[in-house]
């Protein structure tokens, strides 16, 4: 299975970014794809995932601000992000498990500043 994330980068606070995340290597529409964060000095938390069922949950922390959604035919899976805050600043990482096995992305650079 091999995850390739994009669409990272540089964004004032109160703007907008779409991750994307292209899977291949798995049957995909049968795996909950996750994106997760590292921001410096702490440590990797869930932002947010989406079963085959298209059952989502997110973290307290961008309910309302964060989309999470999946294209099935195009193998991929996008985090649409919207009021971004300084505490967003992280690396974005996405995420799938298969045979027991954990997945994950190279990360891409989410950086909030004025």
């Known amino acids: 299975v091999q995850l390739q994330a994009s669409g990272g980068g540089l964004v004032q606070p109160g703007g907008s970014l779409r991750l994307s995340c292209k899977a291949s290597?798995?049957?995909?529409?049968?795996?909950?794809m996750a994106w997760y964060r590292q921001a410096p000095g702490k440590q990797r938390e869930l932002v947010a995932d989406?079963?085959?069922?298209?059952?989502?949950q997110y973290a307290d922390s961008v309910k309302g601000r964060f989309t999470i959604s999946r294209n099935n035919v195009n193998r991929i899976v996008y985090l649409q992000m919207y009021s971004l805050n300084p505490e967003d600043t992280a690396v974005y990482y996405c995420?799938?498990?298969?045979?027991?096995?954990?997945?994950w992305g190279q990360g891409t650079q989410v950086t909030v500043s004025s």
């Open positions: 995420n799938t498990q298969q045979n027991g096995l954990q997945f």
């Open positions: 989406i079963t085959s069922n298209f059952r989502i």
């Open positions: 290597g798995t049957i995909f529409r049968f795996n909950t």
